[in-house]
């Protein structure tokens, strides 16, 4: 597996005449040849070895993208998640590496015993992972072990494959160990390509696992093929591909069920996309929508939530014709914008399809949001909000950022300076941006980050924060970018500036037909509780190369236990 050294790879290969350990001699029927005996098996060539080690590489590396793609789903942390799985992997297999020197006696059954174990392992790595979130408190403990476990099985393979050849009578010491780790690279870089972009979108996380698997088991077969010999292992091994294959067949039913545990309702929709996972739930008139496991509305409160962004920063612009909408891919956002007359054009920005068309085609959902992307006036674009911002020559007369919350280096370049320059340079004339910025009551500082990055990125601009109460997150926080208008900060009242200029919240009348918010309950949400938890100094704002809001939103999210 790549980033095995040479040195390790090389410890496979014992002295002639290294006699296995005690203890350590193989069942009947397994034994190598007698001294002096020629090998067996003597298809057992370079080719086959390369394409042996291709293989592998490719199942090695996928597995390590498989757990740490599960750990951020569940544990919401891809730094931390991506971090732990590549460190224990590799550590792992620097045990294997050096655990081969006591299985090269028997280098080709030992292979095979080695890919058989793997592939049972790492083909139910998702479940294990899965099943141990929802049932157990030591998720974490089970990832550690799954990663380090997994790791001693790929860092066995190369140095028993090298022994392997060398048992041939094929040994071309350094030469043919260079070739051995050149090919285990090609197949990493293989698989590091097919995993987002082939393996992930179309089969999802459990299936590529037993997929994975099933390549092992292959691989294993395929060498005792090569080999010449018939055991209890090749039984074992195509009992092993019957087992894989069912496992995959059954991956919806599986999973199904452990999001049944999960998730408190009914999951009436689950989709692995290539971005994240998407979950669905029901249950009397609550609809919840989850990506990556992170709550996204709830149908019975995501009006305060969603009135609020479109009606703040509509109602400060005057009559509103152009609105881009950056995330919302739920449609939610999009149905509040087409409440005003004055809109001719709203793009929607949001990086997953699937979550658009589930916005348009899920009864559920398509209900909640009144069907606002079959308006003809709605143009959705599945892409990178950033990539979209940077390359787009629209202007709008408003900029609403409905995104994920910053919990990771990903997300956190949409609440950088950058970014809100980039929003703020594509307003019209007296043109408002707004986006949504954590809770202000769990997550202070990183609220009061967010107001200081958005006044960074658009200085001369009026900064001014909102909050209000939704049941299923709690306080929750908002920062509107209004143009220049006279002096100073909103005041109570919601005028701008001590000369009565541009009035916030009046620009455009609030329309009707809203489930929660009135002119008096929207002007409330920027005046802030008294016991609200505001920064004391004013945030280092966030940038590209010091994405920082991502760990002070990691730092405040610790103090709270859910």
Not at 17 to 23: E, I, Q, R, T
Not at 205 to 214: E, F, G, I, P
Not at 238 to 243: A, K, N
Not at 515 to 532: E, K, N, Q, V, Y
Request: charged share 15%.
């Amino acid at each position: 597996m790549a980033g095995e050294t040479q040195t390790q790879a090389a410890q496979a290969a014992p002295p002639a005449g290294d006699a296995p350990p005690a203890g350590g001699a193989p069942p009947a029927g397994d034994a190598p040849p007698a001294a002096g005996a020629p090998p067996s098996g003597r298809g057992m060539d370079k080719p086959t070895v390369f394409a042996a080690a291709l293989l592998v590489a490719v199942g090695g590396i996928i597995y390590e993208l498989i757990l740490g793609t599960a750990a951020s789903y569940l544990f919401g942390d891809s730094v931390v998640a991506f971090s732990v799985a590549t460190g224990l992997t590799l550590f792992g297999m620097g045990i294997g590496s050096l655990l081969a020197t006591r299985l090269a006696t028997n280098p080709g059954l030992n292979f095979v015993r080695n890919e058989v174990s793997l592939a049972l392992l790492g083909g139910s790595s998702v479940l294990i992972l899965y099943a141990a979130f929802s049932l157990t408190e030591v998720y974490w403990l089970v990832f550690v072990l799954l990663s380090l476990a997994l790791g001693v099985g790929i860092g066995v393979e190369i140095p028993l494959l090298v022994a392997l050849l060398k048992e041939h009578g094929r040994d071309e010491s350094v030469g043919l160990l260079s070739k051995v780790l050149a090919v285990d690279y090609f197949g990493a870089l293989a698989a590091s390509l097919l995993f987002p972009f082939v393996m992930l979108p179309y089969l999802g996380l459990m299936r590529t696992a037993y997929a994975v698997a099933l390549l092992n088991v292959l691989v294993a077969v395929f060498m005792l093929r090569r080999m010449g010999r018939r055991t209890r292992w090749t039984w074992l091994a195509r009992l092993t591909v019957v087992f894989l294959v069912a496992c995959f067949a059954a991956s919806s039913a599986i999973e199904g069920a452990i999001n049944t545990r999960l998730y408190q309702d009914p999951v009436v929709h689950y989709e692995s996309t290539a971005y994240q996972k998407l979950v669905l739930t029901s249950f009397g008139d609550d609809v919840r929508l989850y990506l990556s496991d992170q709550l996204q509305f709830s149908s019975l409160d995501e009006a305060r939530y969603h009135e609020t962004l479109a009606h703040a920063t509509l109602t400060s612009v005057a009559a509103p014709a152009s609105v881009a909408i950056l995330g919302g891919g739920d449609g939610l956002l999009a149905r509040e914008v087409l409440r005003y007359p004055s809109v001719r054009e709203v793009t929607v920005v949001d990086l997953d399809p699937a979550v658009t068309e589930l916005a348009r085609t899920d009864r559920l959902v398509s209900d909640l949001n009144e069907h606002s992307f079959d308006d003809p006036r709605v143009r959705v674009v599945n892409g990178d909000a950033f990539r979209f911002m940077d390359t787009t020559d629209q202007t709008f007369d408003a900029v609403l950022i409905d995104l994920v919350d910053p919990s990771n280096e990903r997300i956190a370049k949409l609440y950088s300076t950058e970014f809100y320059a980039m929003v703020a340079n594509h307003l019209r004339p007296g043109g408002v941006y707004a986006t949504q910025a954590t809770s202000s009551y769990f997550t202070p500082h990183a609220f009061w980050q967010v107001a200081s990055t958005v006044r960074a990125g658009s200085p001369g601009r009026t900064v001014v924060p909102l909050s209000v109460n939704v049941p299923s997150f709690g306080e929750w926080g908002f920062v509107l970018s209004l143009p220049p208008a006279g002096q100073g900060e909103a005041t109570a009242d919601g005028t701008l500036g001590p000369d009565g200029g541009a009035r916030l919240f009046a620009a455009t009348p609030l329309p009707e037909g809203l489930r929660f918010h009135t002119l008096d309950s929207l002007r409330a949400t920027a005046t802030l509780a008294g016991d609200h938890p505001g920064p004391e100094v004013e945030m280092q704002a966030s940038t590209l190369l010091s994405p920082v809001v991502y760990r002070t939103y990691q730092q405040d999210m610790s103090r709270w236990r859910y």
